[in-house]
């Protein structure tokens, strides 16, 4: 079982609907929560970092929360553009056994916006 | 260069075959780290350097995969014998130095997709 569970598996929206994905984890002991965009072809980029001691985190029409007492965070997007078609992974940061702490990644919501 | 670049970015090899994937990190990053993405999957953690010395090659699936980082800035991939089942996307990222500065980002390259005919 994968310790960072993202849903929907996939979704599919209209442009300048909101949309809420949801990422909940089991991985401890727990460091950072990071979301990614990842589009087609290329390298994920971050989207916003939250500690186990924040609660919500906003870029722009992205915006992050977390509840590290259930293990559970989303990531809310405003206003949606047909540039958000994309994945969004969560990825929680753990303390590997080496002290060093190693990025676990959900397999993703792939988010497609249609005009 | 001002981000993560990757070479190449396809390759296409036949099993059991050897081949070398290069990583070139941002300029002054300590850490650097391996991924292997799978269709459909999110990336999976392999080998993470801080400077020259691998910090944690817990990811690594098995001995035919081995990766270097000599003089502590590019990085090689290196995967011996390989398996249909390697064909994936292999990612780079760097950092400005490891965890646990929580804010610490990793900037990925695009990725060189790894075709095992």
């Known amino acids: 079982k994968n310790q960072v569970e993202q849903s929907p598996q996939s979704l599919i929206i209209l442009e300048g609907k909101n949309c809420t994905l949801q990422?909940?984890?089991?991985?401890?002991?727990?460091?950072?929560l990071r979301w990614y965009k990842q589009d087609t072809g290329r390298g994920p980029v971050s989207l916003t970092i939250m500690t186990f001691s924040e609660n919500t985190k906003s870029n722009g029409r992205y915006t992050a929360t977390l509840d590290a007492d259930t293990k559970q965070s989303s990531l809310h997007i405003t206003a949606s553009q047909l540039s958000d078609s994309a994945s969004y992974i969560c990825?929680?940061?753990?303390?590997?056994?080496?002290?060093?702490?190693?990025?676990?990644f959900g397999r993703g919501t792939s988010l497609i916006v249609h005009p | 260069g001002a981000g993560v670049s990757q070479t190449p970015s396809n390759k296409v090899t036949e099993k059991g075959k050897y081949v070398e994937l290069r990583c070139d990190p941002i300029s002054g990053h300590t850490a650097l780290y391996w991924y292997r993405q799978s269709l459909g999957q999110g990336p999976e953690f392999l080998i993470y350097f801080q400077g020259t010395g691998a910090a944690d090659d817990s990811g690594l699936p098995n001995d035919r995969f081995f990766a270097v980082r000599p003089e502590g800035s590019v990085s090689t991939l290196k995967i011996q014998r390989t398996e249909r089942g390697d064909s994936a996307v292999y990612l780079c990222a760097s950092s400005l130095s490891p965890e646990p500065d929580p804010y610490n980002e990793q900037f990925f390259g695009p990725g060189t997709r790894l075709t095992v005919l």
């Open positions: 990422c909940n984890y089991t991985v401890s002991p727990f460091s950072n």
């Open positions: 990825v929680v940061s753990v303390l590997a056994s080496g002290g060093s702490y190693i990025p676990t």
